[in-house]
């Protein structure tokens, strides 16, 4: 039976968070698990540099809370990530201070991993990626902690606890990766793929503050105001998507994984600590690339082509563009282009993988789709 634990908190109050988590350990008897001297590598969201108040990244404080306890235990603590974008030391240093966990590693004696170095590795019985590259501390680690953030995604529809692994990718080969399985459903495999290869021996999900809308960097920041903790990434994100209102079966990532035996079919197959009513969300935003409610509202030989006519495009804000280029650097077809300082997409050889709306910093890629039939 898989287990979850729930746990309302309504701030990032380091004492509250350890608190929770301590209890929680316990519970499941971590301290059996780690042992003395062992590396316990945390992989946080850092998707992007960002501030840990604006419910894009995890925050740093949960990372506190956890690894002060891992500590405790006689520990040592490896932060360790890939953000979107170039993957080098001083890329690696620039997120990992502008995102606040500079400060909470000198604070708390974690390490940072900034040394960018990656090897290939190969996955035994893959569903679709036999091979990858990924960052150095996730080949052969003692003890994984994946510490994700609560969000919608305009992809993938759900950004948890199984998403969150794919920051194991070395920066700009996550683009890559998109191009190689560009459609949904074999991307979803690859994701698949890259979890089982990392088996987070828990995970914990930061949902205090997340993103609804069009996440995982450009949506409005929600409160949700609870954390929640398993040793299945897969039962964690299941119990997290009904709390928010997504149907696992319409997220494909979910759907993919709960027919290969992963994920829960049900909520009658997690153990939960709490009543689940007490979290439930009901006004949380879906993302507009998922949305498919206008579709179910038109003639049913005429949805394909409806589809087709009105799939989300990304649709950059010109007057607000910068034109740093950060859009044109993380697309896979490379089919951006920066004219007189503005970005410029050339639609023909787009494939809706909403990197670029992922990467822009000032967040001015909107998403949107053609309305048809007045809907
Ligand atoms: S990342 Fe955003 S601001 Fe930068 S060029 Fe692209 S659209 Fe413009
Ligand atoms: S333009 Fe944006 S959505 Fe289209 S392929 Fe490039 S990154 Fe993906």
Redesign the pocket.
Known sequence: MNKVFLNKIETYDIEKLKDIYSRIFSEIDLKSKIKEGMTVVIKPNLVIKSKPESGIITHPNVVAAVGILIKEMGAKVLIAESSGGLFTPATCKMVFSGSGYTEIAEKYGFTLYTEAEFSKVTINKPYICGELNVINPYINPDFVIDIAKLKSHSMTGLSGAVKNLFGVVPGLQK?EL?CRFPKEEDFVKMLTDVCEFVKPNLSVMDAIDGLEGDGPTGGIKKHMGFTAVSESPYALDYVCAKIIGMEPENIKMMAFSTEMGLTPKSLDEIELNDDINKYLIKDFLMPKSKTTDFIDRIPKFLRPLAAKIATP??YIKKDKCVGCGK?AE????H??EIINKKAE?N?K?????????EMCPIHV?DIKRLKIFNL
């Not at 050889?349 to 709306?357: G, L, M, Q, S, T």
Request: aromatic share 8%.
């Open positions: 683009p998109h495009k990304p859009c993380s697309c896979p077809q089919t951006i997409i639609y050889n787009c494939i809706k993988c909403f990197c670029c709306h890629i």
